[in-house]
C-alpha cells in the first residue's frame, strides 16, 4: 500500500499545504478539493493512484486547511487560483499533470 506524505511548497508567492503519494518522477495526477473541504477529501483515491503508477498529489487550495490565506477578497480571482495551480506544477518538477478537481477545484480545473 502507498503511503500519504506530507509537505509544504512555495508557489505564486504562497505557502501550500500538500498530500502525495507515489514516486515523485511518475506521472502527475494533481487533485484539487471542493469547498468548504480540504486535501483529505482524496485521501483515498491518493494511495490508490500511487499503487497505478501516479503520483498523485492534492493540496490544501489557497485559504484552505494549512495553506495560507490572504486577507483580500481580491487574492480569490480565477486567474490568481489557476497561476497557484501552475506554480505547483513548477515546485513539484513536473510539465504536464492530469487534472483533477470536485466542486470548486473543478471549477478552478
Excluded at 11 to 18: K, L, Q, R
Excluded at 46 to 58: C, D, E, I, K, N
Excluded at 88 to 95: E, K, R, S, V
Amino acid at each position: 500500500m502507498a503511503f500519504i506524505r506530507e509537505r509544504r511548497l512555495t508557489a505564486n508567492g504562497m505557502d501550500f499545504f500538500i498530500a502525495e503519494a507515489g514516486e515523485p518522477g511518475a506521472p502527475l495526477v494533481l487533485c484539487l478539493h471542493g469547498f468548504p473541504e480540504c486535501w483529505a477529501s482524496w485521501r483515498y483515491q491518493l494511495p490508490a493512484l500511487a499503487q497505478s503508477g501516479y503520483h498523485a498529489v492534492a493540496p490544501d487550495l489557497r485559504g484552505y486547511g494549512q495553506s495560507d490565506c490572504p486577507p483580500a477578497a481580491a487574492d480569490y480571482d480565477i486567474d490568481t487560483l489557476v497561476a497557484d495551480l501552475t506554480g505547483l506544477l513548477d515546485a513539484l518538477g513536473h510539465d504536464t499533470a492530469v487534472w483533477v478537481g470536485h466542486d470548486w477545484g473543478g471549477i478552478i480545473v
